[in-house]
């Protein structure tokens, strides 16, 4: 790569003036190091989130960034994901002998991804979570905190080390993660502009059970939010008052993919479905809502003054819209050398990988004319999507 080929990477993207702009992160273990370079690629072209939102390793990644300062940022994400991808307990592999292993045929690569999996079932991250001693015994009644087969204390100490608490509960940047409540089944948002942001509430957004314990929060225990609904958009998009917000949806499963053949390849296409949260079909959903609302304030528009006291009138007004959302879709790609461990398998070289694929695919989509534009459509509400629209 050229110097002048950086320098373009790195000049600042002038934007609308959107009054939020939103970056949402979903769930997908291992996955996460995709929406590190995504954040990345923004925060090369200037574009710095006002509210961020994420869900299990999303929120994990959100508290880096909500927890430092933006000349920070990129540094402390690389180093919360050099430190989570060493096995917990043994020596890792040499890089330059990982690195060879993993550019190198399919048949080694999905050999050493397939022992790296193990290892971090075996011992866990470092870090991140390391394995109960002595192993719980299914029928053992122990404490809530305590029913798992993982211990994520090590999480806790990350997270403190990597995270300014007080500069995210001093409300500059909106900042939520959602979580599952495990006694009412209903899912919770934690918002630091009603709560006070602790490394537990993070904690708990990604608390997947059996592996990871639910996590005590006031009271009450709480789930990681993928087991409900692993992607914020929703929250982000329907909040009041609106605002013309610029949205960045960063997935890490793809709803889209090959039909599986074989038992392993079901596994991986089963979560692939049940956590890419149908996306789409919310974007969808959100974009006809919009177009409504649109679609009232231009007829109210055209009624007679003297009728606009009418209670239907009044109604029609409180829902009607002008404001305007831009969805810039980003979805991990699947690789063909993965398998259905992929959310847990923590290797360095696919860790950057992932990395370089989020920074590819935000720069390719920021590079795309009108992208970035206020929509225009009579819906006020557009999405794009690199791989979908072929760019």
């Given at each position: ?44 072209a200037g ?10 390793i ?16 990129v ?74 087969y ?53 904690i ?43 949205a960045?949806?960063v997935?890490?499963w ?6 599986p ?27 006809r ?6 679609v ?16 239907w ?79």
């Amino acid at each position: 790569m050229s110097m002048a080929q950086r320098n373009v990477r790195r000049t600042r993207i002038e934007l609308p003036q959107y009054e939020t702009i939103a970056l949402m992160l979903q769930g997908g273990g291992a996955l996460g190091a995709y929406q590190a370079g995504v954040y990345q690629g923004l925060s090369e072209a200037g574009i710095e989130p006002d509210w961020i939102a994420g869900i299990s390793i999303g929120a994990l990644n959100t508290a880096i960034i909500a927890g430092n300062a933006p000349e920070n940022r990129v540094a402390r994400l690389r180093e919360l994901w050099e430190t989570i991808c060493q096995p917990a307990y043994s020596l890792p592999l040499p890089g330059f002998i990982e690195h060879t292993l993993f550019d190198s045929t399919d048949a080694v690569r999905k050999t050493l991804t397939a022992m790296q999996a193990m290892g971090a079932m075996l011992e866990g991250q470092k870090g991140f979570f390391v394995p109960r001693f002595p192993p719980l015994m299914p029928t053992v009644t122990v404490e809530p905190s305590l029913a798992s087969y993982y211990d994520t204390t090590p999480l806790k100490a990350t997270l403190e080390r990597l995270c300014d608490f007080d500069r995210i509960n001093t409300g500059e940047m909106r900042v939520a993660v959602g979580a599952v409540n495990v006694g009412t089944g209903n899912f919770a948002y934690f918002d630091n502009r009603d709560t006070i942001l602790r490394a537990e509430h993070f904690i708990a957004s990604g608390a997947l059970p059996p592996g990871f314990a639910a996590v005590e929060i006031d009271g009450e225990y709480y789930w990681d939010g993928g087991l409900m609904s692993n992607t914020p958009l929703y929250e982000v998009i329907q909040t009041t008052p609106r605002h013309d917000t610029l949205a960045f949806q960063v997935d890490l499963w793809s709803a889209r993919g090959p039909v599986p053949d074989n038992l392993l390849d079901v596994q991986g296409r089963t979560k692939d479905i049940q956590f890419s949260s149908r996306t789409r079909l919310v974007t969808d959903m959100l974009q006809r809502s919009q177009r409504f609302r649109h679609v009232l304030r231009e007829v109210l528009a055209r009624v007679a003054p003297e009728h606009r006291d009418d209670p239907w009138c009044k109604l029609a007004e409180d829902l009607s819209c002008a404001k305007r959302y831009n969805v810039i879709h980003l979805i991990y790609r699947h690789k063909e050398y993965e398998g259905h461990y992929k959310d847990y398998q923590f290797g360095v070289s696919t860790m950057r990988e992932h990395w370089r694929s989020g920074l590819e695919d935000i720069r390719r989509s920021l590079a795309q004319p009108g992208w970035l534009a206020f929509p225009d459509n009579d819906a006020g509400f557009v999405t794009h999507d690199i791989h979908r629209d072929g760019s």
